[in-house]
């Protein structure tokens, strides 16, 4: 069901910089103008701005620069999604939390996001730092009833579909790095965790996790990540509506879902890769279990898979491994 604020944020929102009348509000939601203030009120505390005009309404002139659910569906109000949105200011793990609401029994698709995670979690176990400095910590969860097999190219799918999304937000490409990174100039910006449950020959349930530098300023990180990790507002000089954001990432991870359910994805899949992958050409190492390949990087093939030339010549397929650029 709709919630006041969004109906209330929705009408604001269409009117762009336009005033909205304060008894056209109270008269659609059924309630006294005087309720309408207090819910201004309530917002107003939490990082919204309006411009009160007498005879003329409300105007929207401040957003919050942190997760605000209902202004979040207000962004998504015109498209008929079906999905539930969890959020926690602070969280052990979206991941996990969204593992915990599957295993309870909620319905999917949902999202879980959070400002702060006390365990954030990255690939073989590494710690996501996750303070609450304007990124983004969300995890998407899915039932998909699938093979186990299918599962080789969701992360990569995904990761073509976030970046697509970064590049029209930001009017800059972020980079790819085979199989879960998002890069702008060699730093890492954001990672992707995906994670399944099986039932016996199916994917049972599904969580898919991204953590994104939004608007990080430079001088946040610890000194290990100084050096490593960006942000976009960073890379761009500046800061992203991260509700703006979040809805629209919304929108298209529940899409990018779709496709890949329903194998629509696969013909452009590999060539879409292709346009943000920074391995290729590139000479590599390759930690595959406790062998490590060098070689030179040569794109992924449509199962996802990374296709490496040996120093023997030899041309070889990896499911996964992690992958560091040889310096010159
Ligand atoms: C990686 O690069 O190793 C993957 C990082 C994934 C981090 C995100 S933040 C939201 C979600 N919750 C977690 O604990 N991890 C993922």
Redesign the pocket.
């Known amino acids: 069901m709709t919630s006041t604020e969004t109906t209330i944020l929705r009408a604001l929102i269409e009117k762009e910089n336009g005033f909205v009348s304060g008894s056209i509000l109270a008269r659609s939601l059924d309630m006294s103008r005087v309720a309408v203030w207090q819910h201004m009120e309530k917002m107003r505390r939490h990082g919204f701005e309006f411009e009160a005009v007498r005879a003329r309404g409300y105007r929207l002139t401040k957003r919050p620069d942190t997760v605000y659910p209902d202004l979040i569906h207000a962004y998504l109000a015109a498209r008929k999604l079906n999905y539930d949105l969890l959020y926690a200011s602070t969280i ?5 939390e969204a593992a915990r609401q599957l295993a309870g029994g909620r319905e999917a698709p949902f999202a879980v996001v ?1 400002s702060y ?1 006390t ?6 176990g ?1 710690v ?1 730092h ?1 303070e609450a400095n304007g990124n ?4 998407f969860a899915f039932r998909p009833k699938i093979e186990p097999a299918r599962m080789q190219t969701f992360t990569l799918w995904m990761g073509i579909n976030i970046c697509e999304l970064i590049a029209n937000f930001t009017r800059t490409t972020p980079g790819l790095k085979w199989p ?2 998002i890069l702008f100039d060699g730093r ?1 910006a ?4 995906t994670e399944a449950r099986m039932d016996s020959d199916q994917i049972r349930d599904l969580v898919f ?3 994104l530098n939004l608007n990080s300023p430079a001088d946040s990180w610890p000194a290990a990540l100084n050096k490593r990790a960006i942000s976009l507002a960073e890379h761009t000089n500046t800061p992203l509506d991260i509700n703006k954001f979040t809805a629209a990432l919304i929108g298209r991870v529940l899409d990018a879902y779709d496709q890949f359910i329903s194998g629509d994805y696969r013909k452009t899949f590999a060539d879409r890769w292709h346009e943000f992958d920074i391995l290729r050409g590139k000479a590599i190492k390759l930690l595959h279990g406790t062998e490590t390949i060098a070689g030179t990087a040569s794109g992924i093939d449509d199962e996802g898979s990374l296709i490496v030339k040996t120093a023997t010549g030899r041309t070889e397929r990896f499911r996964a491994g992690e992958v560091t650029i040889e310096k010159k």
């Open positions: 052990d793990s979206t991941n996990d959070s995670q365990k954030g979690r990255g690939r073989f590494r996501w996750s983004l910590y969300i995890s879960n990174d890492k954001g990672g992707m965790l996790g991204l953590g």
